[in-house]
């Protein structure tokens, strides 16, 4: 079973966090499941005692737990991002549940850091949140009320990561261990919706006073996608040429 090094490469990330319990409490669900990355994007308030308090015989994870100041940050270098969400969304992206989110983590924590980001206790991810993610994964509750307290769907979701560790099998359909290239990073990916926004801006096929749902959409294909390394550069190739004849 589990090497420590893949614990390492699964990250759970608290996006403004309010409730400082709920920070405590996070972790101890995440220790309780042998998980131990911990970031947290802009606290509203941290350190603090009902932090320590909340995280019982898990201290450590907060003594340990970086803060950053941008969900960017937070994903740096991760090649599988998976956002919760309580509730459904406008546009659909791909929607997985716990179990396979568990798995899915498990798996290719082997391969490259991951990460799994959890919302605002009173709105949840932003769109431009979710829309860095490759999946988003929603625990299943009584659709009357589907939102759990955050701590609780930290400790559902780390519950089947622990699963999907004591379980481990190799039956995932869209496995990429034998890969030539290794899957593109967030960052790389964030960079090339940069550069990709940029240059239909500039050949007027988007519109920014008009945008529609272009960019959405553009995410949500190339986030289907699982593009490696070397088709992000070769799509940033391309679109430095176009840039380049439209100059
Ligand atoms: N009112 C918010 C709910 C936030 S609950 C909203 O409508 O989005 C706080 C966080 O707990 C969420 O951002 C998510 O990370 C997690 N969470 C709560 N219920 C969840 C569920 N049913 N499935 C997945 N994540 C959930």
Same mark, same amino acid.
């Given at each position: 079973m589990a090497t420590n090094n893949r !614990?390492?490469?699964?990250?759970?990330?608290?996006?403004? /966090?309010? !409730?400082p319990g709920n920070i405590g409490g %996070?972790?101890? %669900?995440? +220790?309780?499941? %042998?998980?131990?990355?911990? #970031?947290?994007?802009?606290?509203?308030? #941290?350190?603090a005692p009902r932090a320590v308090w909340r995280a019982a015989g898990a201290r450590e994870l907060l003594s340990s737990a970086r803060v950053v100041d941008s969900v960017d940050a937070a994903i740096e270098g991760c090649g599988l991002v998976i956002g919760t969400s309580a509730r459904e969304r406008r546009i659909p992206w791909p929607l997985i549940d716990p179990r396979e989110c568990g798995r899915r983590i498990w798996h290719e924590a082997s391969e490259h850091? /991951? %990460? *799994? *980001?959890? &919302?605002?206790? @009173?709105? &949840?991810? /932003?769109?431009d949140e979710l829309q860095k993610c490759h999946y988003h994964v929603h625990?299943?509750?009584?659709? @009357?009320y589907s939102s759990l307290n955050l701590a609780c769907a930290v400790q559902v979701l780390a519950y089947e990561i622990r699963m999907a560790a004591i379980h481990e099998t190799d039956e995932l359909s869209q496995a990429f261990s034998e890969w030539d290239q290794p899957l593109a990073t967030a960052d790389n990916l964030e960079r090339f919706h940069? !550069? *990709? +926004?940029? /240059?239909m801006t500039e050949i007027g096929f988007l519109d920014p006073d008009n945008p529609k749902q272009l960019t959405t959409r553009m995410r949500r294909l190339f986030n289907r996608v699982r593009m490696d390394e070397m088709e992000v550069s070769i799509l940033r190739g391309l679109l430095s040429s176009v840039q380049r004849l439209r100059r």
């Open positions: !614990h390492d490469n699964i990250r759970i990330v608290l996006v403004n /966090t309010s !409730h %996070a972790a101890r %669900a995440m +220790k309780n499941m %042998a998980l131990s990355e911990l #970031y947290l994007v802009q606290p509203r308030e #941290y350190p850091p /991951t %990460a *799994l *980001l959890f &919302g605002r206790e @009173d709105r &949840g991810l /932003t769109n625990i299943p509750a009584n659709s @009357d940069c !550069h *990709l +926004k940029e /240059t």
